[in-house]
């Protein structure tokens, strides 16, 4: 069966610290991993990974793929209270995406 | 501006009442997508379309259906055999449907459906 696990769950640290956000995946077909932002409704697409070892950086976010063993990491240095939402990591395979039940980060001031 | 709108925002069902939530989007897009997103879970995808007058059951499809008459709008009906359907529901769309292309999916602000 297809899954696609988030870790951590949730997760509180003060503004200025680094995250790493994880995403393992078992998925038939892989096409590309996505990651999502949601703040209270609609996710809000961040970035897309199709090949193995390539970061994408967008300001104080960035990713990375390892299609070998199966996983991705979202990076955010600096946080800001802003960054605070649910991080959705979300898998293609074949016709279907498969979503991740997201990661859930505070930033406090 | 382009993009999704979903209505309402919030919803009451009364037991064996059906109910439907809108999905319009002016993307241009061809695919159209419902999912249900329950607490501490990721999104499950209830109903797909490719193109109008298509659709494709999701995961969970069970108590739920939908039409595709225009490109342009996607309803989702709950029905009264859906049994649990308090969730918070997202529309979402892409370019296209296609194995040869990867394309992010843009949803909705999504409606939080309730049971009185």
């Known amino acids: 069966e297809d899954k696609v696990v988030q870790s951590p769950l949730s997760l509180v640290v003060h503004e200025g610290d680094t995250v790493t956000l994880n995403c393992s995946y078992e998925?038939?077909?892989?096409?590309?991993l996505l990651w999502y932002k949601q703040e209270k409704k609609a996710p809000t697409f961040l970035f897309m990974l199709?090949?193995?070892?390539i970061e994408k950086k967008s300001g104080r976010l960035s990713s990375i793929l390892d299609k070998k063993e199966l996983f991705s990491i979202l990076n955010i240095t600096a946080t800001q209270t802003g960054d605070s939402a649910v991080y959705l990591c979300?898998?293609?395979?074949?016709?279907?995406?498969?979503f991740g039940a997201g990661t859930r980060l505070f930033v406090k001031a | 501006d382009g993009g999704i709108t979903q209505s309402p925002k919030y919803l009451f069902r009364k037991e064996g009442q059906n109910v439907t939530l809108s999905c319009e989007q002016n993307?241009?897009?061809?695919?159209m997508y419902w999912y249900r997103q329950d607490p501490g879970q990721g999104l499950r995808l209830i109903y797909y379309?490719?193109?109008?007058?298509?659709?494709q059951k999701g995961d969970i499809a069970e108590g739920y259906s939908v039409s595709r008459e225009k490109k342009e709008s996607f309803p989702l009906t709950v029905t009264s055999a859906q049994k649990n359907p308090t969730a918070f529901y997202l529309c979402?769309?892409?370019?296209?449907?296609?194995?040869?292309?990867?394309?992010?999916?843009?949803f909705g602000d999504g409606t939080r459906l309730s049971i009185l």
């Open positions: 979402a769309s892409s370019l296209y449907l296609d194995r040869a292309l990867n394309q992010p999916q843009h």
């Open positions: 998925v038939t077909n892989f096409r590309s």
């Open positions: 199709t090949s193995s070892g």
């Open positions: 979300a898998v293609t395979g074949g016709f279907k995406t498969i």
């Open positions: 993307l241009n897009h061809d695919a």
């Open positions: 379309s490719q193109i109008v007058n298509d659709f």
